[in-house]
């Protein structure tokens, strides 16, 4: 994404293109860097865009801070920090018990904001997978390609999955049950458009592109002090306020969990 977000910066005569005659390998959440001459510069890099996003293990560092990787989430907190390299184009997925910040430092970070956060929760007895993304806010960049970031994370989304699945294998192998755990995808945006929250299924089925998406919101924890709902409190402190009045059976809430947001702060 970071590479994206910065060739469609440039005038179109500036931007270079990819060649037909090369197979480029993807950097997961980034499209390919080569990028060779080509005489017909009207075609802007956007053929990667529409290829399968592919995972590949071999480009996955998995770091566990503080947590036993074959420990099941439903009584200690389980959170993942997933970012991308553009130096080594290898994926680093921190399992910890809260967002690894240390991963989130530096100015790229600051500018691309391409880091996916997520989250395991117990709500009412039941496991799921709580998802978050950065479209826009912050600065101008990400809202001018506000649409084009959502694109870009719903394409690529399917590979962090796999990426989570598989850095945490030994939980999912010990406690298959989590692989029918709903996922819900956060999507944090100051455009109302694509400030939104959305079930992807099971996890199983959230892992392909051929998964079935609906706009909705997650069940509600309980309100007084219960032993169904964990954590208590979200381990993610993204602000996040949503636009849900064409939703079925909500008006104008907030995610459960998060409080009410500058979305210029997100």
């Known amino acids: ?8 910066l440039l005038p179109t005569k500036l931007k270079p293109a990819y060649s037909d005659k090369r197979s ?5 959440l980034l499209v390919a860097n080569t990028r ?3 005489k017909n510069q009207s075609i802007v890099p956007m053929a990667r865009l529409f290829g399968p996003a592919i995972f590949e293990s071999s480009k996955l560092k998995v770091l566990f801070l503080g947590v036993d990787e074959k420990k099941h989430p439903p009584t200690l907190p389980r959170t993942y920090t997933l970012t991308h390299s553009d130096i080594t184009a290898k994926l680093t997925l921190a399992i910890s018990h809260s967002i690894n910040n240390s991963q989130l430092q530096g ?8 880091e996916v956060v997520a989250e395991w929760k117990k709500v009412k007895g039941n496991m799921s997978l709580h998802v978050h993304c950065h479209i826009s806010g912050g600065h101008f960049l990400l809202d001018l ?12 989304l399917p590979v962090v999955l796999k990426a989570i699945v598989h850095g945490d294998g030994n939980l999912l192998n010990n406690y298959p049950e989590l692989q029918e755990a709903l996922v819900w995808v956060y999507f944090h945006s100051n455009v109302d458009e ?5 079930c992807w299924g099971p996890l199983w089925e959230a892992t392909s592109h051929d998964g079935h998406r609906t706009q909705t919101l ?7 002090e219960c032993s169904c709902c964990f954590p208590p409190v979200s381990s993610i402190p993204w602000s996040h306020s949503l636009s849900n009045e064409d939703v079925t059976g909500y008006s104008g809430t907030q995610a459960e969990g998060m409080p009410t947001p500058n979305p210029e702060k997100l």
């Open 1 to 8: 994404m970071c590479s994206l977000s910065a060739n469609m």
């Open 24 to 28: 480029y390998s993807t950097n997961s």
């Open 36 to 38: 060779p001459k080509r």
């Open 107 to 114: 100015w790229a970070n600051r500018i691309y904001r391409d």
């Open 145 to 156: 390609f506000a649409k084009f970031r959502y694109y870009i994370f719903c394409k690529e």
């Open 194 to 198: 694509f400030n939104r929250v959305e």
């Open 218 to 224: 997650p069940e509600m924890q309980c309100k007084d």
